[in-house]
């Protein structure tokens, strides 16, 4: 069973609430997850003061493997010539050289694709067609058994009223490319409350159970929407031969102890094994 820690929307700057951040990492430390993800917006306005805290932050995480995006936070929004020339650069020097990464842990390959778009848009993402076929070499090389995992701070199904702005263009075949991949999980955030689907909600005549679908709220900033305003939220994802489970935790409004929800369940998309070797 593969065991992922999933968080999302630090924030670190101005809406940035230490102690729930503090708290994430002493759940990391109880249940010792086969890896943490992050899934974006680690910053608030990607700069360097912000990167360095985010630094700092990530290494203690101590040997767990964490995997990290981009989201439309972590490049800068009013350093105009910035966002233009070299909207990654304070990314690319506090905490990963690449955008789009590999990770492989045991029983597992999780790709994280960087979907902020500076010189396209401000809010919303994109996914191109060179990050796809990286993710399709990435999850070519993954064993028949291994999960597959997606990280993409952006949502690609709508939203109550679209809050967290509009999906991401082209999503429906985004996650028809997805399933001839073979993802079982995508973990991502952006709207600021939790949302657990699959890829039914958009592919309602698609072939299997779909792909599962989880979006974090916000891990440790002020910023949470809808039920979870003033609070703060992670999940606890483990994938198992034929089930993926979703466990997702709250806040209390105001305060940094998280509590366990009621847990979801679904089956995996390709069940371990029933995939034909690449």
Same mark, same amino acid.
């Given at each position: 069973? $593969?065991t992922i820690?999933?968080?999302s929307? $630090?924030?670190?700057? +101005?809406?940035?609430? !230490?102690?729930?951040?503090e708290?994430?990492q002493?759940?990391?430390?109880? !249940?010792d997850?086969d890896?943490?993800?992050?899934?974006?917006?680690?910053?608030?306005?990607?700069k360097?003061? &912000?990167?360095?805290?985010v630094?700092?932050?990530?290494r203690?995480f101590?040997?767990?493997?964490?995997?990290?995006?981009?989201?439309?936070?972590d490049?800068?929004?009013?350093?105009?010539? &910035?966002?233009?020339?070299?909207?990654?650069?304070?990314?690319? @020097?506090? /905490?990963?050289?690449?955008?789009d990464?590999?990770?492989?842990v045991e029983?597992?390959?999780i /790709?994280? $694709?960087? *979907?902020s778009?500076?010189r396209?848009?401000i /809010?919303?993402?994109?996914?191109? *067609?060179?990050?796809?076929?990286?993710? %399709?070499?990435? !999850?070519?090389?993954?064993a028949?058994?291994d999960?597959r995992?997606l990280?993409?701070? #952006?949502?690609?199904?709508?939203?109550?009223?679209?809050?967290?702005?509009?999906?991401?263009?082209?999503?429906?075949r985004? $996650?028809e490319?997805f399933e001839a991949m073979?993802?079982?999980?995508?973990?991502?955030? #952006?709207?600021h409350?939790? @949302?657990?689907?699959?890829s039914r909600?958009?592919?309602p005549?698609?072939e299997?159970?779909? =792909?599962?679908?989880?979006r974090?709220g +916000?891990t440790a900033?002020?910023?949470?929407r809808?039920? %979870?305003?003033? @609070?703060? *939220?992670?999940?606890?994802?483990? =994938?198992?031969?034929? &089930?993926?489970?979703? !466990?997702?935790h709250?806040?209390a409004?105001?305060? &940094? @102890?998280?509590e366990a929800?009621?847990?979801?369940?679904?089956?995996?998309?390709?069940?371990?094994?029933?995939r034909?070797?690449?």
């Amino acid at each position: 069973m $593969l065991t992922i820690l999933h968080g999302s929307d $630090l924030q670190c700057g +101005t809406p940035y609430r !230490l102690p729930a951040a503090e708290a994430f990492q002493a759940a990391a430390r109880a !249940l010792d997850p086969d890896v943490v993800v992050i899934a974006g917006d680690l910053t608030q306005r990607a700069k360097p003061r &912000e990167y360095r805290a985010v630094r700092e932050y990530l290494r203690g995480f101590g040997s767990t493997p964490v995997v990290v995006t981009p989201g439309n936070h972590d490049v800068p929004l009013y350093r105009f010539w &910035e966002r233009l020339a070299a909207p990654y650069r304070n990314w690319r @020097r506090y /905490v990963d050289a690449s955008l789009d990464v590999v990770t492989r842990v045991e029983g597992a390959v999780i /790709v994280a $694709l960087n *979907s902020s778009a500076p010189r396209r848009a401000i /809010v919303g993402g994109r996914l191109d *067609s060179a990050q796809l076929e990286f993710a %399709e070499r990435a !999850l070519n090389d993954a064993a028949p058994d291994d999960a597959r995992v997606l990280v993409v701070h #952006h949502h690609f199904v709508p939203t109550a009223g679209d809050e967290g702005g509009r999906p991401l263009p082209n999503a429906r075949r985004l $996650l028809e490319r997805f399933e001839a991949m073979g993802v079982d999980l995508v973990l991502g955030g #952006h709207i600021h409350q939790t @949302r657990i689907e699959t890829s039914r909600t958009l592919i309602p005549e698609g072939e299997g159970p779909g =792909i599962v679908l989880v979006r974090c709220g +916000t891990t440790a900033s002020s910023r949470g929407r809808g039920r %979870e305003a003033g @609070r703060n *939220s992670f999940n606890i994802v483990r =994938i198992a031969q034929e &089930e993926v489970e979703v !466990l997702p935790h709250l806040s209390a409004p105001g305060s &940094e @102890r998280f509590e366990a929800q009621d847990p979801r369940r679904f089956p995996r998309p390709v069940a371990a094994g029933s995939r034909d070797a690449p």
